[in-house]
Protein backbone atom coordinates (compact mmCIF):
# COMPACT_ATOMS: atom_id res chain seq x y z
CA UNK A 1 0.00 0.00 0.00
CA UNK A 2 2.18 2.68 -1.40
CA UNK A 3 2.57 5.64 -3.73
CA UNK A 4 6.43 5.94 -3.96
CA UNK A 5 6.52 8.53 -6.76
CA UNK A 6 4.92 11.71 -7.37
CA UNK A 7 3.76 12.54 -10.74
CA UNK A 8 3.04 16.18 -11.62
CA UNK A 9 0.40 17.55 -13.75
CA UNK A 10 3.22 18.45 -16.08
CA UNK A 11 5.08 15.09 -16.39
CA UNK A 12 1.45 13.59 -16.45
CA UNK A 13 1.00 15.87 -19.68
CA UNK A 14 4.33 14.68 -21.32
CA UNK A 15 3.30 11.08 -20.97
CA UNK A 16 -0.05 11.19 -22.50
CA UNK A 17 1.38 13.48 -25.02
CA UNK A 18 2.86 9.93 -26.46
CA UNK A 19 -0.56 8.18 -26.52
CA UNK A 20 -4.20 9.05 -28.38
CA UNK A 21 -5.66 8.94 -24.95
CA UNK A 22 -7.19 12.32 -24.81
CA UNK A 23 -7.02 15.15 -22.26
CA UNK A 24 -6.93 13.35 -18.79
CA UNK A 25 -10.09 14.15 -16.47
CA UNK A 26 -8.75 13.11 -13.30
CA UNK A 27 -5.87 11.73 -11.46
CA UNK A 28 -4.92 9.99 -7.87
CA UNK A 29 -2.82 7.99 -6.42
CA UNK A 30 -4.07 4.83 -4.64
CA UNK A 31 -2.84 2.30 -2.14
CA UNK A 32 -2.16 -0.90 -4.11
CA UNK A 33 0.21 -2.69 -4.62
CA UNK A 34 3.37 -2.93 -2.32
CA UNK A 35 6.02 -2.67 -5.13
CA UNK A 36 4.64 -0.38 -7.72
CA UNK A 37 3.34 3.04 -7.27
CA UNK A 38 -0.17 3.31 -8.76
CA UNK A 39 -2.31 5.83 -10.15
CA UNK A 40 -5.69 5.93 -11.30
CA UNK A 41 -6.24 8.37 -14.22
CA UNK A 42 -9.13 9.28 -16.23
CA UNK A 43 -8.95 10.65 -19.60
CA UNK A 44 -11.01 11.76 -22.09
CA UNK A 45 -10.47 8.02 -24.06
CA UNK A 46 -11.52 6.34 -20.52
CA UNK A 47 -10.22 5.02 -17.26
CA UNK A 48 -6.69 3.44 -16.76
CA UNK A 49 -3.96 2.64 -13.98
CA UNK A 50 -0.58 4.12 -14.24
CA UNK A 51 2.10 1.73 -12.92
CA UNK A 52 5.09 3.20 -12.19
CA UNK A 53 7.93 0.52 -11.72
CA UNK A 54 9.99 0.92 -8.53
CA UNK A 55 13.40 -0.74 -7.79
CA UNK A 56 11.98 -3.93 -6.72
CA UNK A 57 10.45 -4.71 -10.45
CA UNK A 58 13.67 -6.07 -12.48
CA UNK A 59 13.00 -3.86 -15.36
CA UNK A 60 14.09 -6.52 -17.87
CA UNK A 61 10.89 -8.79 -16.68
CA UNK A 62 8.62 -5.78 -17.91
CA UNK A 63 8.18 -6.75 -21.86
CA UNK A 64 7.36 -9.87 -20.66
CA UNK A 65 4.54 -9.01 -18.18
CA UNK A 66 3.32 -6.52 -20.22
CA UNK A 67 2.86 -8.68 -23.47
CA UNK A 68 1.46 -10.81 -21.03
CA UNK A 69 -0.78 -8.77 -20.09
CA UNK A 70 -2.33 -7.87 -23.07
CA UNK A 71 -2.53 -11.25 -24.31
CA UNK A 72 -4.80 -12.00 -21.63
CA UNK A 73 -7.04 -9.21 -22.41
CA UNK A 74 -7.19 -10.49 -25.88
CA UNK A 75 -7.75 -13.50 -25.47
CA UNK A 76 -10.85 -12.86 -23.51
CA UNK A 77 -9.43 -13.01 -19.59
CA UNK A 78 -10.37 -9.97 -17.78
CA UNK A 79 -7.19 -8.31 -16.86
CA UNK A 80 -6.15 -4.95 -17.03
CA UNK A 81 -4.60 -4.41 -21.02
CA UNK A 82 -1.62 -2.02 -21.40
CA UNK A 83 -1.73 0.76 -23.83
CA UNK A 84 0.73 0.89 -26.60
CA UNK A 85 1.60 4.50 -27.49
CA UNK A 86 1.48 5.51 -31.24
CA UNK A 87 5.02 4.40 -31.80
CA UNK A 88 3.55 0.99 -30.56
CA UNK A 89 5.28 0.80 -26.95
CA UNK A 90 4.01 -0.39 -23.78
CA UNK A 91 6.85 0.49 -21.73
CA UNK A 92 7.38 3.85 -20.92
CA UNK A 93 9.16 5.62 -18.58
CA UNK A 94 7.83 9.23 -16.12
CA UNK A 95 10.29 10.50 -13.62
CA UNK A 96 13.17 8.51 -15.23
CA UNK A 97 11.34 5.70 -13.49
CA UNK A 98 9.52 2.55 -16.17
CA UNK A 99 5.98 3.05 -16.21
CA UNK A 100 2.83 1.43 -17.88
CA UNK A 101 -0.84 3.02 -18.62
CA UNK A 102 -2.88 -0.16 -18.17
CA UNK A 103 -7.19 -0.37 -18.64
CA UNK A 104 -8.71 0.16 -15.24
CA UNK A 105 -10.65 -3.35 -14.59
CA UNK A 106 -13.78 -2.93 -12.20
CA UNK A 107 -14.42 -5.31 -9.30
CA UNK A 108 -13.87 -6.00 -5.70
CA UNK A 109 -11.52 -8.87 -3.99
CA UNK A 110 -12.89 -10.46 -0.83
CA UNK A 111 -11.22 -10.51 2.76
CA UNK A 112 -12.32 -13.58 3.92
CA UNK A 113 -13.38 -15.70 0.64
CA UNK A 114 -16.31 -18.00 1.86
CA UNK A 115 -16.23 -21.57 -0.33
CA UNK A 116 -18.15 -20.08 -2.89
CA UNK A 117 -15.50 -17.58 -3.77
CA UNK A 118 -13.23 -20.31 -3.80
CA UNK A 119 -14.97 -21.93 -6.36
CA UNK A 120 -15.00 -19.08 -8.37
CA UNK A 121 -11.64 -18.43 -7.64
CA UNK A 122 -10.72 -21.68 -8.71
CA UNK A 123 -12.61 -21.36 -12.28
CA UNK A 124 -10.83 -17.80 -12.56
CA UNK A 125 -7.28 -19.26 -12.39
CA UNK A 126 -8.10 -21.95 -14.75
CA UNK A 127 -9.86 -19.22 -17.09
CA UNK A 128 -6.40 -17.71 -17.03
CA UNK A 129 -4.32 -20.66 -17.84
CA UNK A 130 -6.73 -21.13 -20.48
CA UNK A 131 -5.92 -18.13 -21.89
CA UNK A 132 -2.63 -17.85 -21.49
CA UNK A 133 -1.84 -21.51 -23.50
CA UNK A 134 0.51 -20.46 -26.84
CA UNK A 135 1.95 -17.35 -25.29
CA UNK A 136 5.02 -17.47 -27.05
CA UNK A 137 7.75 -15.64 -24.42
CA UNK A 138 9.08 -17.68 -21.63
CA UNK A 139 10.47 -16.16 -17.93
CA UNK A 140 11.52 -18.64 -15.18
CA UNK A 141 10.68 -18.88 -12.20
CA UNK A 142 13.47 -17.21 -10.41
CA UNK A 143 11.40 -17.77 -6.78
CA UNK A 144 10.77 -21.61 -7.95
CA UNK A 145 12.39 -25.19 -5.86
CA UNK A 146 16.05 -24.39 -7.42
CA UNK A 147 16.08 -20.84 -5.67
CA UNK A 148 14.93 -21.91 -2.47
CA UNK A 149 18.59 -23.42 -0.68
CA UNK A 150 20.20 -20.81 -2.24
CA UNK A 151 17.58 -18.02 -0.77
CA UNK A 152 17.23 -19.53 2.81
CA UNK A 153 21.38 -19.98 3.10
CA UNK A 154 21.47 -16.07 3.90
CA UNK A 155 18.22 -16.17 6.17
CA UNK A 156 19.13 -18.59 9.01
CA UNK A 157 20.00 -16.18 11.54
CA UNK A 158 16.56 -14.16 11.26
CA UNK A 159 14.83 -18.05 11.05
CA UNK A 160 16.37 -18.27 14.11
CA UNK A 161 15.34 -14.86 15.55
CA UNK A 162 11.84 -15.53 14.37
CA UNK A 163 11.68 -18.67 16.17
CA UNK A 164 14.34 -20.74 17.77
CA UNK A 165 15.09 -24.13 16.69
CA UNK A 166 13.34 -22.86 12.94
CA UNK A 167 16.19 -23.21 11.29
CA UNK A 168 17.18 -26.82 11.82
CA UNK A 169 13.00 -27.38 10.32
CA UNK A 170 13.19 -25.10 7.20
CA UNK A 171 16.27 -26.91 6.20
CA UNK A 172 14.50 -30.09 6.75
CA UNK A 173 11.83 -29.01 4.51
CA UNK A 174 14.11 -28.14 1.81
CA UNK A 175 15.98 -31.25 1.61
CA UNK A 176 12.16 -33.33 1.95
CA UNK A 177 11.02 -30.79 -1.43
CA UNK A 178 14.00 -31.52 -3.41
CA UNK A 179 13.81 -35.23 -3.26
CA UNK A 180 10.01 -34.74 -3.49
CA UNK A 181 9.40 -32.12 -6.43
CA UNK A 182 7.71 -33.18 -9.49
CA UNK A 183 9.48 -33.26 -12.73
CA UNK A 184 7.01 -34.06 -15.55
CA UNK A 185 3.95 -31.78 -15.25
CA UNK A 186 2.53 -29.77 -17.60
CA UNK A 187 4.06 -26.32 -17.50
CA UNK A 188 2.53 -22.95 -18.78
CA UNK A 189 2.31 -19.65 -17.87
CA UNK A 190 1.30 -19.41 -13.96
CA UNK A 191 0.59 -16.29 -11.94
CA UNK A 192 2.33 -17.48 -9.00
CA UNK A 193 0.91 -14.74 -6.74
CA UNK A 194 -2.51 -15.23 -7.02
CA UNK A 195 -4.06 -13.99 -3.78
CA UNK A 196 -7.33 -12.79 -2.79
CA UNK A 197 -5.90 -9.18 -3.48
CA UNK A 198 -5.01 -9.62 -6.59
CA UNK A 199 -8.36 -11.38 -7.90
CA UNK A 200 -11.78 -9.32 -8.34
CA UNK A 201 -14.93 -10.26 -7.90
CA UNK A 202 -18.70 -8.57 -9.21
CA UNK A 203 -21.70 -9.75 -7.32
CA UNK A 204 -19.89 -13.15 -6.23
CA UNK A 205 -18.31 -14.04 -9.47
CA UNK A 206 -14.81 -14.21 -10.96
CA UNK A 207 -14.80 -10.81 -12.29
CA UNK A 208 -10.70 -10.92 -13.39
CA UNK A 209 -7.32 -10.44 -11.55
CA UNK A 210 -4.76 -8.16 -11.29
CA UNK A 211 -0.91 -7.88 -10.22
CA UNK A 212 1.02 -9.84 -12.82
CA UNK A 213 4.26 -9.06 -11.68
CA UNK A 214 5.42 -12.47 -10.78
CA UNK A 215 3.92 -13.99 -13.60
CA UNK A 216 6.66 -16.58 -14.82
CA UNK A 217 6.39 -20.51 -16.63
CA UNK A 218 6.24 -23.00 -14.79
CA UNK A 219 4.61 -25.76 -13.82
CA UNK A 220 0.12 -24.97 -13.82
CA UNK A 221 -0.55 -27.23 -11.12
CA UNK A 222 1.75 -25.01 -8.88
CA UNK A 223 -0.12 -22.16 -9.10
CA UNK A 224 -3.39 -24.27 -8.01
CA UNK A 225 -1.38 -25.11 -5.15
CA UNK A 226 -0.45 -21.21 -4.46
CA UNK A 227 -4.18 -20.56 -4.43
CA UNK A 228 -4.89 -23.09 -2.19
CA UNK A 229 -2.69 -21.77 0.73
CA UNK A 230 -4.12 -18.27 0.04
CA UNK A 231 -7.22 -18.94 -0.01
CA UNK A 232 -8.42 -22.17 1.80
CA UNK A 233 -6.41 -21.66 5.02
CA UNK A 234 -9.11 -20.06 7.81
CA UNK A 235 -7.62 -16.95 10.27
CA UNK A 236 -6.99 -19.97 12.69
CA UNK A 237 -4.42 -21.84 11.01
CA UNK A 238 -6.47 -24.57 10.07
CA UNK A 239 -6.93 -25.90 6.58
CA UNK A 240 -10.67 -25.62 5.32
CA UNK A 241 -11.01 -28.84 3.13
CA UNK A 242 -14.26 -27.43 1.86
CA UNK A 243 -13.05 -24.21 0.44
CA UNK A 244 -10.13 -26.91 -1.19
CA UNK A 245 -12.30 -28.68 -2.92
CA UNK A 246 -14.42 -25.95 -3.94
CA UNK A 247 -11.49 -24.18 -5.18
CA UNK A 248 -10.01 -27.71 -7.12
CA UNK A 249 -13.68 -28.29 -8.71
CA UNK A 250 -13.92 -24.74 -10.03
CA UNK A 251 -10.78 -24.98 -11.62
CA UNK A 252 -11.19 -28.45 -13.03
CA UNK A 253 -14.47 -27.79 -14.60
CA UNK A 254 -12.37 -25.38 -16.67
CA UNK A 255 -9.19 -27.48 -16.57
CA UNK A 256 -9.28 -30.88 -15.76
CA UNK A 257 -6.18 -32.13 -13.60
CA UNK A 258 -4.39 -34.91 -14.56
CA UNK A 259 -4.15 -37.80 -12.10
CA UNK A 260 -0.53 -36.90 -12.01
CA UNK A 261 -1.17 -33.08 -11.42
CA UNK A 262 -4.11 -33.64 -8.40
CA UNK A 263 -1.18 -36.32 -6.75
CA UNK A 264 1.38 -33.69 -7.02
CA UNK A 265 -0.95 -31.14 -5.64
CA UNK A 266 0.26 -31.72 -1.38
CA UNK A 267 4.23 -31.73 -2.29
CA UNK A 268 3.64 -28.40 -4.45
CA UNK A 269 1.69 -26.94 -1.40
CA UNK A 270 4.19 -27.35 0.69
CA UNK A 271 6.82 -26.13 -1.07
CA UNK A 272 4.37 -23.10 -2.49
CA UNK A 273 3.95 -22.40 1.41
CA UNK A 274 7.87 -22.51 1.76
CA UNK A 275 8.24 -20.60 -1.06
CA UNK A 276 5.78 -17.32 0.59
CA UNK A 277 7.41 -18.17 3.92
CA UNK A 278 10.94 -17.43 2.41
CA UNK A 279 10.39 -14.02 1.07
CA UNK A 280 8.45 -12.84 4.18
CA UNK A 281 11.65 -13.99 6.30
CA UNK A 282 13.31 -11.77 3.83
CA UNK A 283 11.23 -8.89 3.93
CA UNK A 284 10.66 -9.32 7.81
CA UNK A 285 14.91 -9.56 8.53
CA UNK A 286 14.96 -6.81 6.42
CA UNK A 287 12.68 -4.29 7.90
CA UNK A 288 14.12 -1.82 10.71
CA UNK A 289 12.73 -1.95 14.45
CA UNK A 290 9.78 0.75 14.31
CA UNK A 291 9.59 0.71 10.89
CA UNK A 292 6.17 2.36 9.73
CA UNK A 293 5.26 -0.39 7.12
CA UNK A 294 4.91 -3.58 9.12
CA UNK A 295 6.09 -6.43 6.74
CA UNK A 296 3.28 -9.28 6.24
CA UNK A 297 3.97 -11.93 9.14
CA UNK A 298 6.32 -14.80 8.08
CA UNK A 299 5.30 -17.13 10.90
CA UNK A 300 1.70 -17.02 8.93
CA UNK A 301 2.98 -19.27 6.30
CA UNK A 302 5.39 -21.31 8.90
CA UNK A 303 1.87 -22.58 10.64
CA UNK A 304 1.21 -23.54 6.73
CA UNK A 305 4.05 -25.12 6.26
CA UNK A 306 3.66 -26.92 9.66
CA UNK A 307 0.28 -28.29 8.37
CA UNK A 308 1.60 -29.84 5.11
CA UNK A 309 4.57 -31.39 6.69
CA UNK A 310 2.47 -32.66 9.44
CA UNK A 311 -0.56 -34.12 7.35
CA UNK A 312 1.39 -34.74 3.37
CA UNK A 313 -1.43 -36.54 2.13
CA UNK A 314 -4.42 -36.02 4.24
CA UNK A 315 -4.26 -32.08 3.72
CA UNK A 316 -6.04 -31.26 0.18
CA UNK A 317 -7.68 -34.53 -0.11
CA UNK A 318 -9.11 -35.44 3.53
CA UNK A 319 -11.27 -38.59 3.64
CA UNK A 320 -12.55 -39.72 -0.13
CA UNK A 321 -15.77 -37.71 -0.56
CA UNK B 1 -1.48 11.52 1.33
CA UNK B 2 -2.59 8.79 3.32
CA UNK B 3 -4.82 5.94 3.97
CA UNK B 4 -5.12 5.32 7.80
CA UNK B 5 -8.12 3.11 8.29
CA UNK B 6 -8.75 -0.34 6.44
CA UNK B 7 -12.50 -1.26 5.03
CA UNK B 8 -13.11 -4.55 4.81
CA UNK B 9 -15.50 -5.75 1.99
CA UNK B 10 -17.76 -6.85 4.46
CA UNK B 11 -17.99 -3.60 6.39
CA UNK B 12 -17.88 -1.82 2.74
CA UNK B 13 -21.23 -4.00 2.00
CA UNK B 14 -22.79 -2.55 5.36
CA UNK B 15 -22.55 1.03 4.94
CA UNK B 16 -24.08 0.78 1.72
CA UNK B 17 -26.79 -1.20 2.91
CA UNK B 18 -28.24 1.93 4.50
CA UNK B 19 -28.13 4.16 0.72
CA UNK B 20 -29.65 3.33 -2.73
CA UNK B 21 -26.66 3.41 -4.28
CA UNK B 22 -26.72 0.13 -5.72
CA UNK B 23 -24.16 -2.93 -4.91
CA UNK B 24 -20.45 -2.05 -5.25
CA UNK B 25 -18.45 -2.78 -8.38
CA UNK B 26 -14.81 -1.28 -7.28
CA UNK B 27 -12.97 -0.06 -4.04
CA UNK B 28 -9.58 1.36 -3.77
CA UNK B 29 -7.89 3.49 -1.21
CA UNK B 30 -6.58 7.21 -2.71
CA UNK B 31 -3.30 9.16 -1.66
CA UNK B 32 -5.55 12.27 -1.06
CA UNK B 33 -6.17 14.00 1.81
CA UNK B 34 -3.51 14.39 5.24
CA UNK B 35 -6.19 14.25 7.92
CA UNK B 36 -8.91 11.35 6.86
CA UNK B 37 -8.90 8.14 4.70
CA UNK B 38 -10.46 8.16 1.51
CA UNK B 39 -11.21 5.50 -0.76
CA UNK B 40 -12.90 5.79 -4.51
CA UNK B 41 -15.63 3.67 -4.13
CA UNK B 42 -17.85 2.82 -7.70
CA UNK B 43 -21.46 1.58 -7.61
CA UNK B 44 -23.72 0.24 -9.85
CA UNK B 45 -25.11 4.06 -8.68
CA UNK B 46 -22.56 6.25 -9.96
CA UNK B 47 -18.47 6.93 -8.68
CA UNK B 48 -18.38 8.26 -4.92
CA UNK B 49 -15.63 9.21 -2.38
CA UNK B 50 -15.67 7.59 0.66
CA UNK B 51 -14.17 9.84 3.25
CA UNK B 52 -13.74 8.34 7.07
CA UNK B 53 -12.63 11.23 9.99
CA UNK B 54 -9.25 10.39 11.16
CA UNK B 55 -8.66 12.24 15.19
CA UNK B 56 -7.75 15.75 13.34
CA UNK B 57 -11.40 16.56 12.20
CA UNK B 58 -13.33 17.54 15.36
CA UNK B 59 -16.85 15.07 15.03
CA UNK B 60 -19.11 18.24 16.22
CA UNK B 61 -17.96 20.14 13.06
CA UNK B 62 -18.63 17.41 10.59
CA UNK B 63 -22.55 18.48 9.78
CA UNK B 64 -21.78 21.72 9.19
CA UNK B 65 -19.00 20.79 6.72
CA UNK B 66 -21.36 18.13 4.81
CA UNK B 67 -24.36 20.62 4.88
CA UNK B 68 -22.16 23.39 3.07
CA UNK B 69 -21.29 21.04 0.85
CA UNK B 70 -24.49 19.70 0.41
CA UNK B 71 -25.60 23.78 -0.04
CA UNK B 72 -23.05 24.23 -2.70
CA UNK B 73 -23.75 21.40 -4.79
CA UNK B 74 -27.31 22.41 -4.89
CA UNK B 75 -25.90 25.58 -5.42
CA UNK B 76 -24.42 25.26 -8.54
CA UNK B 77 -20.82 25.15 -7.25
CA UNK B 78 -19.07 22.09 -8.23
CA UNK B 79 -17.70 20.17 -5.23
CA UNK B 80 -18.56 16.56 -3.98
CA UNK B 81 -21.97 15.90 -3.17
CA UNK B 82 -22.20 14.00 0.19
CA UNK B 83 -25.19 11.61 -0.53
CA UNK B 84 -28.49 10.55 2.16
CA UNK B 85 -29.20 7.57 2.98
CA UNK B 86 -32.60 6.13 3.48
CA UNK B 87 -33.15 8.23 6.75
CA UNK B 88 -31.59 11.01 5.04
CA UNK B 89 -28.24 10.99 7.26
CA UNK B 90 -25.17 12.09 5.45
CA UNK B 91 -23.11 11.57 8.36
CA UNK B 92 -22.55 7.85 8.97
CA UNK B 93 -19.91 5.44 10.93
CA UNK B 94 -17.67 2.63 9.89
CA UNK B 95 -15.41 0.77 12.05
CA UNK B 96 -16.27 3.34 14.70
CA UNK B 97 -15.34 6.12 12.98
CA UNK B 98 -17.25 9.10 11.33
CA UNK B 99 -18.03 8.48 7.64
CA UNK B 100 -19.54 10.18 4.15
CA UNK B 101 -20.51 8.95 1.41
CA UNK B 102 -19.70 12.12 -1.64
CA UNK B 103 -20.18 11.94 -5.03
CA UNK B 104 -16.96 12.10 -7.43
CA UNK B 105 -15.91 15.46 -8.44
CA UNK B 106 -13.30 15.17 -11.91
CA UNK B 107 -10.52 17.46 -12.33
CA UNK B 108 -7.07 17.95 -12.44
CA UNK B 109 -5.04 19.85 -9.83
CA UNK B 110 -2.10 21.74 -10.88
CA UNK B 111 1.14 21.83 -9.21
CA UNK B 112 2.76 24.93 -10.54
CA UNK B 113 -0.20 27.43 -11.73
CA UNK B 114 0.19 30.18 -14.29
CA UNK B 115 -1.12 33.46 -14.43
CA UNK B 116 -4.02 31.99 -16.28
CA UNK B 117 -4.83 29.24 -13.94
CA UNK B 118 -4.43 31.85 -11.06
CA UNK B 119 -7.76 33.91 -12.63
CA UNK B 120 -9.47 30.87 -13.30
CA UNK B 121 -8.81 29.82 -9.38
CA UNK B 122 -10.07 33.93 -8.37
CA UNK B 123 -13.42 33.01 -10.41
CA UNK B 124 -13.67 30.07 -8.75
CA UNK B 125 -13.12 31.18 -5.17
CA UNK B 126 -15.90 34.26 -6.35
CA UNK B 127 -18.48 31.57 -7.37
CA UNK B 128 -18.00 29.78 -4.20
CA UNK B 129 -18.45 32.85 -2.05
CA UNK B 130 -21.75 33.62 -4.35
CA UNK B 131 -22.77 29.96 -3.91
CA UNK B 132 -22.88 29.93 -0.04
CA UNK B 133 -24.63 32.81 0.61
CA UNK B 134 -27.85 32.15 2.54
CA UNK B 135 -26.04 28.95 3.83
CA UNK B 136 -27.46 28.88 7.11
CA UNK B 137 -25.12 27.34 9.50
CA UNK B 138 -22.29 29.48 10.95
CA UNK B 139 -18.60 28.04 12.17
CA UNK B 140 -16.36 30.26 14.11
CA UNK B 141 -12.84 30.22 12.77
CA UNK B 142 -10.77 28.79 15.24
CA UNK B 143 -7.74 29.83 12.72
CA UNK B 144 -8.58 32.84 13.32
CA UNK B 145 -6.81 36.26 13.87
CA UNK B 146 -7.67 35.68 17.89
CA UNK B 147 -6.22 32.37 17.96
CA UNK B 148 -2.76 33.41 16.91
CA UNK B 149 -1.24 34.59 20.43
CA UNK B 150 -2.47 31.50 22.32
CA UNK B 151 -1.15 29.27 19.68
CA UNK B 152 2.15 30.83 19.42
CA UNK B 153 2.51 31.02 23.20
CA UNK B 154 3.36 27.37 22.97
CA UNK B 155 5.50 27.27 19.42
CA UNK B 156 8.44 29.57 21.25
CA UNK B 157 11.33 26.98 21.41
CA UNK B 158 9.87 25.17 18.22
CA UNK B 159 10.48 28.61 16.25
CA UNK B 160 13.89 29.25 17.85
CA UNK B 161 14.97 25.88 17.06
CA UNK B 162 13.73 27.08 13.19
CA UNK B 163 15.95 29.33 13.35
CA UNK B 164 17.04 31.18 15.88
CA UNK B 165 16.03 34.97 17.06
CA UNK B 166 12.81 34.48 15.10
CA UNK B 167 10.34 34.23 18.24
CA UNK B 168 10.58 37.96 19.04
CA UNK B 169 9.77 38.42 14.95
CA UNK B 170 6.72 36.38 15.07
CA UNK B 171 6.00 38.04 18.47
CA UNK B 172 6.11 41.43 16.39
CA UNK B 173 3.69 40.15 13.84
CA UNK B 174 0.78 38.82 16.23
CA UNK B 175 0.93 42.33 17.73
CA UNK B 176 1.44 44.44 14.82
CA UNK B 177 -1.65 42.10 13.46
CA UNK B 178 -4.10 42.62 16.29
CA UNK B 179 -3.70 46.20 16.14
CA UNK B 180 -4.32 46.70 11.96
CA UNK B 181 -6.96 43.25 11.85
CA UNK B 182 -10.25 44.51 10.19
CA UNK B 183 -12.99 44.56 12.06
CA UNK B 184 -15.83 45.42 9.66
CA UNK B 185 -16.07 43.58 6.22
CA UNK B 186 -18.29 41.41 4.76
CA UNK B 187 -18.30 38.19 6.27
CA UNK B 188 -19.70 34.82 5.14
CA UNK B 189 -18.51 31.19 4.85
CA UNK B 190 -15.06 30.68 3.59
CA UNK B 191 -13.24 27.94 2.50
CA UNK B 192 -10.17 28.89 4.39
CA UNK B 193 -7.92 26.38 2.75
CA UNK B 194 -8.04 27.09 -0.74
CA UNK B 195 -4.92 25.98 -2.03
CA UNK B 196 -3.53 24.58 -5.68
CA UNK B 197 -4.22 20.77 -4.33
CA UNK B 198 -7.54 21.37 -3.13
CA UNK B 199 -8.87 23.07 -6.76
CA UNK B 200 -9.20 21.13 -9.91
CA UNK B 201 -9.13 22.39 -13.36
CA UNK B 202 -10.62 20.81 -16.76
CA UNK B 203 -8.95 21.83 -20.10
CA UNK B 204 -7.57 25.22 -18.00
CA UNK B 205 -10.81 26.34 -17.07
CA UNK B 206 -12.03 26.24 -13.11
CA UNK B 207 -13.91 22.86 -12.40
CA UNK B 208 -14.52 22.66 -8.54
CA UNK B 209 -12.95 22.51 -5.14
CA UNK B 210 -12.69 20.14 -2.68
CA UNK B 211 -11.95 19.44 1.35
CA UNK B 212 -14.09 21.77 2.77
CA UNK B 213 -12.91 20.60 6.54
CA UNK B 214 -11.52 23.91 7.52
CA UNK B 215 -14.47 26.13 5.83
CA UNK B 216 -16.01 28.73 8.52
CA UNK B 217 -17.54 31.81 8.54
CA UNK B 218 -14.88 35.05 8.30
CA UNK B 219 -14.31 37.41 6.12
CA UNK B 220 -14.77 36.45 2.58
CA UNK B 221 -11.61 39.12 1.71
CA UNK B 222 -9.30 36.74 4.13
CA UNK B 223 -10.47 33.89 1.87
CA UNK B 224 -8.70 35.96 -1.31
CA UNK B 225 -5.55 36.48 0.94
CA UNK B 226 -5.23 32.86 1.87
CA UNK B 227 -5.04 32.17 -2.15
CA UNK B 228 -2.81 34.85 -2.86
CA UNK B 229 -0.67 33.23 -0.25
CA UNK B 230 -0.89 30.00 -1.37
CA UNK B 231 -0.93 30.12 -5.51
CA UNK B 232 0.76 33.70 -6.20
CA UNK B 233 3.94 32.84 -4.88
CA UNK B 234 7.09 31.86 -6.89
CA UNK B 235 9.14 28.76 -6.24
CA UNK B 236 12.24 31.30 -5.20
CA UNK B 237 10.28 33.24 -2.94
CA UNK B 238 9.31 36.10 -4.89
CA UNK B 239 5.41 37.38 -4.97
CA UNK B 240 4.31 37.46 -8.47
CA UNK B 241 2.11 40.62 -8.66
CA UNK B 242 0.51 39.46 -12.14
CA UNK B 243 -0.44 36.28 -10.60
CA UNK B 244 -1.90 38.18 -8.30
CA UNK B 245 -3.68 40.61 -9.53
CA UNK B 246 -4.91 37.79 -12.32
CA UNK B 247 -6.63 35.97 -8.94
CA UNK B 248 -8.22 39.12 -7.97
CA UNK B 249 -8.89 40.19 -11.21
CA UNK B 250 -10.79 36.86 -11.72
CA UNK B 251 -12.56 37.04 -8.13
CA UNK B 252 -13.79 40.78 -9.22
CA UNK B 253 -15.38 39.60 -12.31
CA UNK B 254 -17.66 37.63 -10.05
CA UNK B 255 -18.14 39.50 -7.23
CA UNK B 256 -16.65 42.75 -6.80
CA UNK B 257 -14.32 43.85 -3.54
CA UNK B 258 -15.40 46.53 -1.82
CA UNK B 259 -12.77 49.76 -1.65
CA UNK B 260 -12.13 48.58 2.53
CA UNK B 261 -11.63 45.33 1.47
CA UNK B 262 -9.42 45.70 -1.23
CA UNK B 263 -7.29 48.19 0.90
CA UNK B 264 -7.41 45.37 3.48
CA UNK B 265 -5.89 42.44 1.55
CA UNK B 266 -2.14 43.14 1.75
CA UNK B 267 -2.99 43.33 6.34
CA UNK B 268 -5.01 40.03 5.23
CA UNK B 269 -2.39 38.38 3.43
CA UNK B 270 -0.07 38.71 6.47
CA UNK B 271 -2.32 37.37 8.80
CA UNK B 272 -2.97 34.36 6.55
CA UNK B 273 0.73 34.03 5.98
CA UNK B 274 0.93 33.90 9.80
CA UNK B 275 -1.66 31.62 10.37
CA UNK B 276 -0.13 28.68 7.98
CA UNK B 277 3.54 29.43 9.39
CA UNK B 278 1.19 28.26 12.55
CA UNK B 279 -0.12 25.23 12.12
CA UNK B 280 2.91 23.74 10.19
CA UNK B 281 5.08 25.08 13.14
CA UNK B 282 2.99 23.23 15.06
CA UNK B 283 3.26 20.19 12.80
CA UNK B 284 6.94 20.17 12.32
CA UNK B 285 7.63 20.38 16.41
CA UNK B 286 5.42 17.56 16.71
CA UNK B 287 7.18 15.12 14.02
CA UNK B 288 10.09 13.15 15.22
CA UNK B 289 13.00 12.79 13.81
CA UNK B 290 13.64 10.65 11.56
CA UNK B 291 10.01 9.82 10.50
CA UNK B 292 8.92 9.19 7.05
CA UNK B 293 5.87 11.31 6.72
CA UNK B 294 7.52 14.60 6.28
CA UNK B 295 5.49 17.68 7.57
CA UNK B 296 4.92 20.45 5.17
CA UNK B 297 8.11 23.23 5.55
CA UNK B 298 7.33 26.12 7.79
CA UNK B 299 10.16 28.22 6.70
CA UNK B 300 7.80 28.15 3.40
CA UNK B 301 5.45 30.33 5.09
CA UNK B 302 8.08 32.37 7.27
CA UNK B 303 9.57 33.70 4.09
CA UNK B 304 6.02 34.44 3.07
CA UNK B 305 5.58 35.98 5.96
CA UNK B 306 9.06 38.09 5.91
CA UNK B 307 7.91 39.37 2.18
CA UNK B 308 4.59 40.99 3.54
CA UNK B 309 6.46 42.50 7.02
CA UNK B 310 8.67 44.45 4.40
CA UNK B 311 6.47 45.72 1.76
CA UNK B 312 3.31 46.06 3.15
CA UNK B 313 1.64 48.20 0.59
CA UNK B 314 3.25 47.12 -2.19
CA UNK B 315 2.92 43.29 -2.02
CA UNK B 316 -0.41 42.88 -3.16
CA UNK B 317 -0.81 45.78 -5.99
CA UNK B 318 2.65 46.96 -6.59
CA UNK B 319 3.01 50.24 -8.74
CA UNK B 320 -0.92 51.11 -10.49
CA UNK B 321 -1.71 49.21 -13.88
Redo the contacts between chains.
Keep these: ?1 A ?1 YTDI ?3 E ?1 AALLADFDLG ?10 GVSNSNF ?1 L ?1 TEGGRFILTVYEQRVDEADLPFFLALMRWLSEHGFASGQPMADRNGEMLKRVRGKPCAIVSFL ?7 PTVAHCREAGAGLAALHNAADGFPMRRANDLGQPAWAPMFAGLKDDAERLKPGLSKTIDGDIAHLAAAWPKDLPEGVIHADYFPDNVFF ?2 GRFAGAIDFYFACTDMRAYDVAVALNAWCFETDGSFNITAARALVAGYEAARPLSDAERHALPVLAHGAALRFFLTRLQDWGATPEGA ?2 RPKDPLEYERKLAVHRSSPDLVLFGTPA
Excluded at 23 to 32: T, V, W, Y
Excluded at 106 to 112: A, D, H, M, Y
Design positions: MVTDDLAPLSFKGIAELEPGLSVRRRNLV
